[in-house]
């Protein structure tokens, strides 16, 4: 692959994620003003109940807590996948850079003349950074799909409750 192939799909990964943190900002200020319509449309619910207990509307009020709880287990549990994944990823990469150092430290402690030396360490260098600065922006792009994947299941809910809530 070329350079310039390298850097189009570098900008297209690039694209992509601004895409997604923007949809997932877009997601956080839908869930948060569905929360709130949520909140205060169950707040009237038990006001009513407080003002005529025979009128609760017990089944809306046991909502409140097994709905929260089934929305954070499951934001929890994709979370766990997306920190598992990050953390294979990252070990495998740190074994792999192990064995690359090695064998740079081989081709510079062999190297035949200082030139050769400074050559190989100067390889070693240029590949070192463009292999970081590759795992940082796949880092970035798993880290914004886990904030995307924990983030769905609480919007999911929230904006549900006050889709079924709203008068």
Same mark, same amino acid.
């Given at each position: 692959m070329t350079q310039i192939d390298r850097a189009l799909k570098t900008g297209r990964r690039l694209n992509r994620d601004g895409a997604r943190a923007a949809r997932t900002a877009l997601s956080g200020g839908e869930m948060m003003k569905a929360a709130g319509d949520v909140i205060n449309a169950r707040l009237e619910i038990m006001a009513a109940g407080m003002a005529d207990p025979r009128k609760v509307d017990l089944t809306e009020l046991s909502l409140m807590s097994s709905e929260k709880v089934e929305a954070i287990s499951a934001s929890a549990s994709a979370m766990a996948r997306t920190f598992g994944d990050i953390g294979g990823r990252l070990g495998s990469g740190?074994?792999?850079? %192990? +064995? /690359?150092?090695?064998? %740079? =430290?081989?081709?510079? =402690?062999?190297? =035949?003349?200082?030139? =050769?030396?400074? $050559? %190989? $360490? &100067?390889? &070693? !260098?240029? +590949?070192?950074? +463009? #292999?970081? !600065? !590759?795992?940082? *922006?796949? *880092?970035?792009?798993? /880290? *914004?799909?886990?904030?995307?994947?924990? *983030? #769905?299941?609480?919007?999911?809910? !929230?904006?549900?409750?006050?889709? #079924? /809530?709203?008068?």
């Open positions: 740190v074994m792999t850079e %192990a +064995g /690359l150092a090695s064998k %740079a =430290a081989t081709s510079i =402690a062999s190297a =035949a003349t200082p030139a =050769a030396a400074i $050559q %190989a $360490q &100067y390889s &070693y !260098a240029v +590949g070192w950074w +463009g #292999r970081a !600065a !590759a795992q940082m *922006l796949t *880092l970035n792009s798993e /880290l *914004l799909k886990g904030q995307a994947d924990a *983030l #769905r299941p609480i919007h999911a809910t !929230a904006v549900a409750n006050a889709k #079924r /809530l709203k008068k």
